[in-house]
């Protein structure tokens, strides 16, 4: 609204005064005697009598006054006495006013009435403010003491969550570490550099069979997972099996050595046994007829399997650079 609280408050200061001031007038105008009498003149000679405790004017005798003085000495008495009527007439009709309004400022009641009303109303400008503001401000104090302890409870639990998921990277690290190291003992017999010439048919199925033993003797619970697009340890070990198992079913009766002495393997053999060896990944691989293209591919493979556990660790590069990501 327009008015404000400070207008408000002392507009309704000044109506209790206003109320007050004439709750006072009206007790003090009928704290007094009733009407009162009415004065009565009487023409008795020159003494007068008193009604009321007010004189009577009485008429001067003519004879008393000079003959020339008799008759303004008459107009002045006659203009005396329409006063006094007129006088008298006035004081009669304000005592017969209605005291209705006087009677009913003058109330007890009343006056605790307006003493009420002043109150409610200085209470709702004044005292009921005040109070809406400690409780906002209490409120708000609340509020912050909560939002802070909240924020602190959180900076406690990213702390902890940091501090476990360290523990646990360091813990799964070591227990990969461990596992991988034991795996690639077993790939040896896979090598590029010396090639061993003297590598079976034979050789290959111990190499499936130790294989087989370190994944379910624990290693493969280690192994990474990735898919066929971004292949990972997992994938790369189970494209090394399918081509073993597809190896042992080509095997030759006699069991020849699958490596000719004094052969020999290029860059670009390497380009294309790799990517021979990558439709593993999925049902595309075959096996060529040739044993030492055989054993090319499945070496490919293995190579591909030491470099995803490699990754995995990350010992071919600088851990430190890498960054680690938080989980969410």
Known sequence: MGVSRASAAFLALVIGAMLVAASVAAQTATGTSGSPAVQTA??????????????????????EK??????????EWEKAEIERDRHQLEERKFNERDPQWERLFSSPGVAAL???????????LFT?????????DA????????????????????????????ARSTWLLEKRADAYKALWGKLEALSL???????????????????K???????????????????????????LQRALVKLAKVTPANDPEMIPNGATVSAEDVEKDEAEADKF????????????????????LGSRLRSAIVEDLGTRGDLATKSLAKPS
């Open 128 to 136: 009921k403010p005040l109070e809406e503001k400690k409780l906002r």
């Open 213 to 239: 033993e370190w994944y379910f003797g624990g290693g493969g619970m280690y192994l990474t997972l990735g898919d066929k697009a971004s292949p990972r340890s997992r994938e790369r070990y189970f494209a």
């Open 281 to 300: 990944l999925g049902d595309e691989g075959t096996l060529p007829d040739d044993g030492f293209r055989r054993y090319r591919i499945i070496r490919a």
């Open 193 to 211: 550099y010396p090639l061993p010439f003297d590598f079976k048919y034979s050789d290959a199925a111990g190499v499936q069979e130790a294989l």
């Open 139 to 166: 409120v708000d104090t609340a509020v912050l003491g909560y939002v802070s302890k909240l924020e602190e409870l959180e900076s406690q639990r990213d702390r902890l969550w940091d501090e476990v998921v360290i």
């Open 66 to 75: 000079a003959p020339d003085k008799a008759v303004e000495l008459q107009l």
């Open 114 to 124: 307006i003493t009420s009303l002043l109150a409610i109303v200085m209470y709702w």
């Open 42 to 63: 009487t023409s008795t000679g020159t003494t007068g009598t008193t009604t009321g405790g007010q004189p009577l004017l009485t008429q001067p005798s003519v004879a």
